[in-house]
Nanobody, 121 residues
Framework: QIHLIESGGGMVQAGESLRLTCAIS????????MGWFRQAPGKEREVVAW?????????????GYGDSVKGRFTISRENAENTIDLEMSSLKPEDTAVYYC?????????WGQGTQVTVSS
């Protein structure tokens, strides 16, 4: 069984930056994709960013972003350590949410516990 461990959440002011990290502990089967969703109070969970692990190079692999974060958030990966980072810049109060990391392998999808990001105006 694998576990996803998230770190880096916190409270910042609008316009500031934060970095979230998600690391896999355990022995995952072949990774297909990792990414982030978020959920704000009273709202549905929405996709933030994802990245594929189909390239042997950490700089490779297709990636995508939710419309609300395009141009402000950047997702990256470290193959050797099975980790991903989410660099969040120009944060807005509407980015306030619990951010959940996930991983897709041949065995299905696993989720992290979530990390709170709060952006004050």
């Amino acid at each position: 069984q694998i576990h996803l461990i998230e770190s880096g959440g916190g409270m910042v002011q609008a316009g500031e930056s934060l970095r979230l990290t998600c690391a896999i502990s355990g022995r995952p089967s072949t990774l297909v994709t990792m990414g982030w969703f978020r959920q704000a109070p009273g709202k549905e969970r929405e996709v933030v960013a994802w990245i594929n692990f189909d390239s042997p190079y950490s700089s490779g692999g297709a990636r995508g972003y939710g419309d609300s974060v395009k141009g402000r958030f950047t997702i990256s990966r470290e193959n050797a350590e099975n980790t991903i980072d989410l660099e969040m810049s120009s944060l807005k109060p509407e980015d306030t949410a619990v951010y959940y990391c996930y991983s897709d392998t041949q065995n299905g999808r696993d989720w992290g516990q979530g990390t709170q990001v709060t952006v004050s105006s």
